[in-house]
């Protein structure tokens, strides 16, 4: 027997086999190398590609941030044309109305250095920082010269410059302003200062090599990001790409472009917009060599994964080789391990036969097992449906996998209905409840998400979601138990609360208007009772009456007014308390005030007695500073830091006489300012250096 195995083991081919083997493994190693060339040229491309709309994109956004500047830019300025054609209606305009109006536009107007006004011969008469600055003429500036040389009321953007009031680079945006009679009468410019396009292009991830460029219809800078020389340096220069400039100058309006920068031979993806409808581009480049430095990384990682794997197949390839050769081999030994395995087949028949017999008992264990299971199952069935909040099992992908009868009721479908339909179906916003299932696979849990559920019948009914999730033996997720408590009632109350609060709210703003107009009844019975009678210390104690009554409402108007009844701004209440103060001394027009008040929000119970104390102070000084002259300059100044106030009245008039004490004042006017001092927690001392000056602090 053994003689006839060696025969045939000779007889077999010996070559066919290696032949095989060979072929077959160049043939896999070039589908190998080949399929891998194939995607890494794909995958360049779609890097590639990805560029492209990254750099579109962004050039998008920036148009819209820009065109936005600008937008906002114009409708200040047509604003504060308006104003000063109103004005010229009645006759003439006032500085300072016109200059607060102004003032009020900058406040809204961010992204705007300046905003101002210059007359027909060039100088500069309104707006923000005009009147601590020198006189300054801008004759000679674009932004003059082109509103005045065109009638149309056009907008125009003017080339970057240097401002002469502000010694900053920015960008002029103007409009003409037009007589009655339609001749030029001056314009109204901003200054948009460069500094806002840097800053708002550094934000941006372009890549050391990467560059942000806005520039002018003829494609010359305005400024661009990284500027290595400071701000200004660029511009007025072109950039290096020619291929930019002849798409515009062709009338595209937006483009996309590789090509390689002169300046440092370095090739960029390049992407352009104009920013409509104004006479700027916005210009968007990326380094390739950044954009494809991944893509080199992950070609290098599939190159060496490439080639282990043609290692591991001529290793696998050798071993399969060996293999044969061993298998030759080991037909000659065949017969006798034939025998030897009969041999032991038969010890192992008898060992079957006791492992049979120890399975027909394992499988009686088991089906024991399976019984309390089973009673295990029912029980936690019983569980679920007692429960009377809807109650389901959700599979990884959405499936709701269970549910109890509460679950049917909340929703108006059977149970076979809601079994492996979509779980996020059965709420009014789907994705909000998506949402709130991937986080409990995020977190392991979620605790009282609001959702809406909804019944079959369309009927809404607001829940709070809260699930976890349950795994296997492994410890792997295999679903989540969700549970919808109905909180339909606690909405009622919180919407009931609502509407106690805002009945609140309009009781409260009564209260102030009705305690304004009862002041404002007080003040008027004051003024009447002062034009009976003849003594004069009679009558100005009755009008100081009214100024420290004027004060308190005052403060009530803008309580009134404001959206919190607690506290306001500091700066537009004792502002506002100035000027009304002011206004009753119309003989002491020459005598100059001027305010330095934090913009603050603060208490009204601290705002109240700060009130009559500055009233009291100013009545004062308007009255006695500067008997022997006619004009003269008084300073109101609060400035707060760490909670810290410092309150400042100051006259460069004749000065208090020097028998006055703020401690041993005889007169009402200064107890009254103490006394409100101490009120206030606070500390006064009165200097009498170049006039008189009262100095408040006190913890706000």
Same mark, same amino acid.
Not at 180 to 190: I, K, L
Not at 476 to 499: C, H, M, N, P, Y
């Given at each position: 027997m053994a003689d006839l195995i060696k025969k045939t083991v000779s007889a077999l081919p010996v070559n066919s086999f290696p032949v095989r083997l060979t072929a077959s493994v160049l043939s896999i190693i070039i589908i190998i190398v080949v399929f891998t060339i194939l995607s890494l040229y794909q995958s360049k491309h779609q890097y590639e590609k990805r560029t492209i709309i990254f750099a579109e994109n962004l050039a998008l956004v920036l148009e819209q941030n820009i065109q936005?500047?600008?937008?906002?830019?114009? #409708?200040?300025?047509?604003?504060?044309?308006?104003?000063?054609?109103?004005?010229?209606?009645?006759?003439?305009?006032?500085?300072?109305?016109?200059?607060?109006?102004?003032?009020?536009? #900058?406040?809204? @107007?961010?992204?705007?250095?300046?905003?101002?006004?210059?007359?027909?011969?060039?100088?500069?008469?309104?707006?923000?920082?005009?009147?601590s600055a020198p006189k300054t003429n801008i004759a000679d500036r674009n932004h003059f010269t082109a509103p005045r040389n065109n009638p149309d009321p056009l907008l125009?953007?003017?080339?970057?410059?240097?401002?002469?009031?502000?010694?900053?680079?920015?960008?002029? /945006?103007?409009?003409?302003?037009?007589?009655?009679?339609?001749?030029?009468?001056?314009?109204?410019?901003?200054? /948009?200062?460069?500094?806002?396009?840097?800053?708002?292009?550094?934000?941006?991830?372009?890549? %050391?090599?990467?560059?942000?460029?806005?520039?002018?219809?003829?494609?010359?800078?305005?400024?661009?990001?990284?500027?290595?020389?400071?701000?200004?340096?660029?511009?007025?220069?072109?950039?290096?790409?020619?291929?930019?400039?002849?798409?515009?100058?062709?009338?595209?309006?937006?483009?996309?472009?590789?090509?390689?920068?002169?300046?440092?031979?370095i090739e960029r993806i390049y992407s352009f917009r104009r920013v409509s409808p104004y006479p700027l581009y916005v210009v968007v480049a990326r380094a390739t060599s950044e954009y494809l430095s991944d893509w080199q990384k992950e070609a290098v990682k599939v190159g060496s994964m490439v080639i282990c794997l043609l290692m591991i197949i001529l290793f696998i390839s050798w071993k399969m080789y060996l293999s044969w050769r061993r298998e030759r081999q080991a037909q000659e030994e065949l017969y006798v391990l034939n025998k030897d395995l009969e041999k032991r087949v038969a010890e192992r028949t008898d060992e079957i036969a006791d492992i049979n017999e120890q399975l027909r008992a394992e499988l009686a264990k088991r089906k024991c097992i399976e019984e309390a299971l089973q009673i295990s199952s029912e029980y936690t069935r019983s569980l679920i449906e007692a429960s009377l909040d809807p109650l389901v099992t959700i599979s990884p992908n959405g499936k709701i996998t269970d549910l109890n009868k509460a679950t049917e009721i909340s929703t108006g479908y059977s149970r076979e209905e809601l079994i492996g339909s979509n779980f996020i179906d059965y709420f009014t916003d789907s994705e909000q409840a998506r949402a709130g299932y991937q986080e409990v696979f995020q977190e392991g849990q979620v605790r009282d998400y609001a959702l809406d559920l909804k019944h079959r019948d369309g009927i809404i009914m607001p829940?709070?979601?809260?699930?976890?999730?349950?795994?296997?033996?492994?410890?792997?997720?295999?679903?989540?138990?969700?549970?919808?408590?109905?909180?339909?009632?606690?909405?009622?109350?919180?919407? #009931?609360?609502?509407?106690?609060?805002?009945?609140?709210?309009?009781?409260?703003?009564?209260?102030?208007?009705?305690?304004?107009?009862?002041?404002? /009844?007080?003040?008027?019975?004051?003024?009447?009772?002062?034009?009976?009678?003849?003594? %004069?210390?009679?009558?100005?104690? @009755? #009008?100081?009456?009214?100024?420290?009554?004027?004060?308190?409402?005052?403060?009530?108007?803008?309580?009134?007014?404001?959206?919190?009844?607690?506290?306001?701004?500091?700066?537009?209440?004792?502002?506002?308390?100035?000027?009304?103060?002011?206004?009753?001394?119309?003989?002491?027009?020459?005598?100059?005030?001027?305010?330095?008040?934090?913009d603050c929000i603060l208490e009204a119970k601290t705002l109240s007695p700060m009130g009559i104390i500055i009233n009291e102070l100013l009545t004062n000084a308007m009255k006695y500073a500067f008997t022997d002259r006619e004009k003269g300059i008084i300073r109101v100044s609060l400035s707060i830091k760490d909670k810290h106030a410092t309150l400042i009245i100051q006259d460069n008039g004749s000065g208090i006489p020097e028998s006055i004490d703020t401690g041993n004042s005889t007169g009402f006017g200064l107890q009254l300012v103490s006394m409100l001092t101490e009120q206030l927690e606070g500390t006064m001392r009165m200097e009498r250096e170049e006039g008189t000056r009262f100095v408040m602090e006190f913890e706000v």
């Open positions: 936005q500047i600008v937008d906002k830019t114009d #409708k200040a300025l047509l604003a504060i044309a308006d104003e000063i054609n109103r004005q010229k209606a009645f006759g003439r305009i006032d500085k300072r109305t016109i200059n607060i109006f102004i003032a009020n536009q #900058k406040e809204r @107007l961010l992204v705007a250095d300046s905003l101002r006004m210059a007359n027909a011969q060039g100088m500069v008469s309104y707006g923000t920082a005009v009147e125009f953007i003017s080339k970057p410059v240097v401002t002469r009031i502000d010694k900053k680079w920015a960008l002029p /945006v103007s409009r003409r302003i037009n007589g009655p009679d339609g001749s030029f009468a001056g314009v109204v410019y901003a200054n /948009v200062e460069l500094k806002t396009f840097i800053d708002m292009f550094s934000q941006l991830n372009i890549g %050391p090599n990467g560059a942000i460029v806005l520039s002018d219809q003829e494609f010359k800078i305005v400024t661009s990001y990284p500027e290595l020389g400071g701000i200004g340096t660029t511009i007025g220069t072109k950039p290096y790409v020619s291929q930019i400039f002849q798409m515009i100058h062709a009338g595209q309006k937006t483009g996309t472009v590789r090509a390689i920068d002169t300046a440092d031979n829940v709070l979601y809260n699930a976890s999730v349950y795994r296997n033996k492994t410890g792997q997720v295999i679903g989540v138990f969700a549970a919808a408590r109905d909180i339909t009632d606690r909405k009622l109350a919180e919407d #009931k609360i609502k509407s106690l609060l805002s009945e609140k709210e309009l009781l409260l703003r009564e209260v102030h208007h009705r305690i304004k107009n009862n002041m404002s /009844v007080i003040t008027g019975m004051l003024m009447l009772q002062a034009e009976t009678l003849k003594e %004069p210390s009679a009558i100005a104690a @009755l #009008k100081d009456a009214q100024g420290r009554v004027r004060s308190m409402m005052v403060l009530y108007d803008k309580l009134y007014r404001s959206a919190n009844f607690r506290t306001i701004s500091a700066k537009e209440y004792l502002t506002s308390l100035i000027d009304e103060i002011v206004r009753n001394f119309p003989s002491r027009s020459l005598i100059t005030v001027e305010t330095h008040i934090d």
